[in-house]
């Protein structure tokens, strides 16, 4: 008996000293909910609409008395329905689960209150072990002490994660309804609340239907316990029905500009440490607009086949971006890091130059095989039309024609031309420059495009209008450059002409019968590597890039095929 006694006195001892160590080596709850993170980095497009985040958004923190009834309720019908009952720890709950426990002879379930799960929030880790546990049960007793029931539940709507890297309820209902919290239907607060079981998977954005099916099972419990009536549980049933039908856009196709966004973002800009806000330039209906066109253009193509796309207005605003078919797929931003062959898109710069020089549209060029060392180039159907003029040469895009060109005026005097005009990559003064040779990234490509189909004034692609912070100071704002014009005015009519007659007559003649004024060049580097179409309709410039990863050759693929349709499909929505 005394063995007994010795033996409970040691495990009693042992328990307490256990406890009082736990105790010890709590964390400082002194400065509630000033758990460190990164600052995050918001998106926001040209109508303030969030586009994206870099890290992980937070909304910042809403007074109590300032979130909804149904939001509360449907947190306590779903996590903690004996919320207002017990003192911060379900005991009847509690038990439940270290029964459960020890039946799998593991830790499994924890029987949780929303109280701990608040302390475990702020203070603790999601580690599975008793001490954090005991931790977690001190912390909830003295939250249970300190704050109302009512302040506890909007503790724990402002600080959970929701999905789609959004943290608190006010940036999540911003992101996925576009509306403050206080405005928060029954069904979207359902869905909201629905998340908090498995935020990853069950973001309206990422798994619209997962969403929903966990939104009606909040929506029941809310009518189980006596929350809303039938008729409101109908009609709240009614209205996921209808958020169903409705296209919730994913920001995935819009990954590749947000990354680019960072990367343009000045160092001493990130260096703060403090939430920002961009303004960026990015326009989401057009961003979805090309995602359309690409999906439908390439659905039924070789899933190794990638593309690019950039549509940017003459002043160098970029509207939209896309760097590849997924972003979650590959991260690779095929519109900004990628340089490839751009083939008979650098034509454009090789007849720019020509007429800067002083020849006319009208002057002549010969179209007749050539050689030039042990190099023979061909032109892309083997056939020759003789002696034409370079209006014509230009429309039917002969190689032939436009060797003899770049010799005739001089590969140096192209290459200044090509710099003029924003180029920042190497261009090799070679004899095949004028086929496009050299490679180049879409987006300088693009860039270039401005001053051709614009004023004649150089532009340089740009993304970002101004940074602010959360209290809306502007800590950097783009200065708008003031540029000379490198074109001149009768030039750039002649280079339209040539750049319009590829339509009329040319390699982009199917598209010659849309009724507003395009302009524009294909592309397509040796082997039918890369694909391109560059053109210019309605104010803006689309680039647009088709090719391979490992740069094989592809079967069918020219600038005049998918490159030229999506294009089409772009303009005809812009």
């Not at 014009?485 to 339209?496: A, F, Y």
């Not at 397509?524 to 391979?548: E, H, I, M």
Request: proline share 3%; hydrophobic share 40%.
């Amino acid at each position: 008996m005394k063995v007994l006694k010795k033996l409970f006195s040691l495990i009693t001892l042992f328990l307490f000293l256990w406890i009082a160590y736990c105790f010890i080596t709590l964390p400082d709850i002194n400065g509630l909910g000033n758990k460190t993170r990164d600052p995050s980095i918001s998106v926001i497009d040209k109508e303030n609409n969030f586009i994206g985040s870099i890290g992980d958004v937070y909304g910042g923190l809403l007074d109590a008395n300032k979130i909804p009834e149904n939001l509360l309720q449907a947190l306590v019908a779903t996590e903690d329905k004996r919320f207002f009952e017990h003192p911060g720890v379900d005991f009847t709950g509690l038990f439940r689960a270290i029964i459960q426990n020890l039946k799998e002879m593991k830790y499994i379930q924890g029987g949780s209150t929303i109280t701990q799960q608040l302390s475990k929030l702020i203070f603790l880790n999601t580690e599975k072990t008793l001490s954090r546990k005991v931790r977690e049960l001190i912390i909830a007793f003295y939250l249970e002490y300190k704050f109302t029931k009512k302040e506890i539940l909007s503790m724990y709507l402002n600080r959970a994660y929701y999905g789609s890297g959004q943290y608190g309820i006010k940036a999540a209902s911003k992101r996925f309804f576009y509306k403050e919290p206080k405005n928060l239907s029954i069904a979207e607060a359902s869905i909201l609340v629905g998340s908090l079981k498995a935020p990853s998977r069950l973001s309206i954005i990422n798994n619209k239907q997962a969403s929903i099916k966990r939104a009606k099972t909040v929506i029941r419990l809310l009518a189980k316990n006596n929350f809303i009536s039938q008729v409101q549980m109908k009609a709240a049933e009614s209205e996921l029905e209808n958020i169903r039908q409705k296209k919730y856009y994913s920001n995935n196709g819009a990954r590749y500009y947000l990354d680019w966004i960072y990367s343009a973002t000045p160092d001493e800009v990130l260096k703060n440490q403090r939430d920002l806000f961009i303004i960026s330039t990015l326009d989401l209906k057009i961003q979805e607009t090309i995602e359309t066109a690409v999906h439908n253009n390439l659905k039924n193509l070789d899933k190794e086949i990638q593309v690019a796309v950039i549509v940017m207005d003459y002043s160098g605003a970029v509207k939209a971006l896309l760097g590849g078919r997924s972003w979650i797929e590959s991260k690779y931003n095929r519109a900004t890091q990628s340089k490839r062959q751009i083939g008979s898109v650098f034509k454009a710069y090789v007849y720019l130059t020509a007429l800067s020089m002083g020849y006319s549209l009208s002057d002549k060029i010969e179209d007749l095989p050539i050689k030039r060392g042990n190099w023979s180039p061909k032109n892309f159907t083997n056939k020759y039309e003789g002696r034409i003029t370079i209006k014509r040469a230009f429309a039917i895009s002969s190689n032939v024609a436009a060797v003899r060109l770049s010799d005739e005026i001089g590969k140096e005097n192209i290459i200044k031309q090509v710099k003029k005009l924003g180029i920042v990559s190497k261009i090799s003064n070679t004899p095949s420059m004028a086929l496009g040779t050299s490679s180049l990234s879409l987006l300088e490509t693009t860039g270039s495009f401005g001053a051709i189909c614009g004023s004649g004034v150089p532009v340089i692609p740009y993304g970002i209008q101004e940074i602010r912070l959360r209290n809306n100071e502007i800590i950097w704002k783009r200065n708008v450059p003031e540029r000379k014009k490198i074109i001149k005015k009768n030039i750039l009519v002649k280079t339209k002409k040539l750049l319009r007659n590829v339509i009329d007559e040319g390699t982009g003649k199917r598209i010659s019968k849309i009724p507003f004024h395009i302009i524009g060049k294909t592309g397509t580097s040796q082997r039918n590597r890369d694909a391109w179409f560059l053109g210019c309709a309605k104010g803006y410039v689309v680039g647009v890039w088709v090719g391979r990863d490992d740069d094989k050759s592809m079967k069918n693929i020219f600038g005049s095929t998918i490159p030229l349709n999506i294009f089409r499909d772009i303009v005809l929505k812009l």
